[in-house]
């Protein structure tokens, strides 16, 4: 009786080492928009403050006779806003044995090196949290104080903010419109851009909403609909990723952010509406990393801009513990000059 002994993939498949592809497959998505298209500014003190100032907008100098005494002296209002520094931490462990096992496999290429495999997911992560923060965080349990938390946003009409009451300084109110459910369109886009630039004489930079009302806002301008692929913004120039076209409304792009909370179309100024950060002593003091967001297909950069600190906690047996800290908070120093729709229909 013949003897087949050919050497075949069910024979022999398994005496093989699978080859994965060099790099990881990401099926999450961490992208962080607005915190991308912020300013990054260093605060100088252990809290975000600054003067507020408030006054009649309407012509106060009087007219008088010629000779006459002055008995007329005015003042506008300065009143001092104050925000306290927020933390936030990320934090991974990894066991010597799977470092070396991770070093000495060399595959795939992407996880080598397994300390800075997961430090670059563990500031994906952070970016993720931070990225949703800006719009809604509360400003309690340590939380940064989002733009447009319900209570005392950075961007609403009414609240205290920053330890400034609204209800007795009412120029420091951000602009709000209420589309009633109703979709975002053309109508109620310039009723926000123009009350933010009757009540601050400043304009709108940029627009940032959900991916359901961006498309609804782009299905409505029809023929008027124009897209631009370079963005000039107060952080700089910005080229957005090849197949992408940011709406042009108005000479004012339009971007879409899964962080941005449902309903909600919000208008900024780079120069107004900030990130701020505490900085750490000396570059040689800490090891530092910049906190990241997952690629998608506006904006090339991964990068935010965002530094955090990298501390090496103490060891527990062959395990290596690392945490990323950032001390931050979010400021709109002057809150009429942006503001937002809500209550968009999202469907």
Known sequence: MATDQTVTYATRGAAYATLFDARVASNINRSAVLFQLLKKVPCRGKNVTWDAKTGTAAPTTAPQAEGADVEDFLADTKQPA?????????????????QAVARNTGNPEELTDAILSELRDSTDRLGAAMGTH??????????????????????LNSGTYAGIDRSTYTQFKGIN????????????????????????GKNVEFYVTTPI????????????????QDVSL???????????????FDGVPVFRDVRCPAGYFGA???????IRYMPQPTVEDFKRAEITA??????????????GKIVELSKSGDKTKIAIFVDWQVQSRTPNAGGFILNGLES
Not at 82 to 98: E, I, P, Q, R
Not at 234 to 248: E, H, N, Q, V
């Open 213 to 228: 009302i961006f498309d609804f806002l782009a299905e409505s301008l029809k023929a008027q609909r124009r897209f631009v």
């Open 134 to 155: 800006i719009y809604t965080g509360t400003g309690s349990n340590n939380q940064v104080l989002g733009f447009f938390d319900a209570t005392a946003g950075g961007m």
């Open 82 to 98: 104050s925000l306290a520094m927020a933390h936030y931490h990320d934090a991974f462990a990894v066991t010597g044995f799977m």
């Open 177 to 200: 419109v209420d589309a009633k459910s109703q979709r975002v369109n053309s109508t109620l886009v310039r009723e926000l851009s123009r009350g933010i630039y009757t009540a601050s």
């Open 234 to 248: 107060g952080r700089g120039m910005i080229k957005l990723d090849g197949g992408f076209t940011a709406i042009d």
């Open 294 to 307: 997952t690629p998608e297909s506006q904006l090339k950069a991964t990068g935010t801009g965002a530094m």
């Open 268 to 274: 900024f100024n780079s120069e107004e509406h900030l």
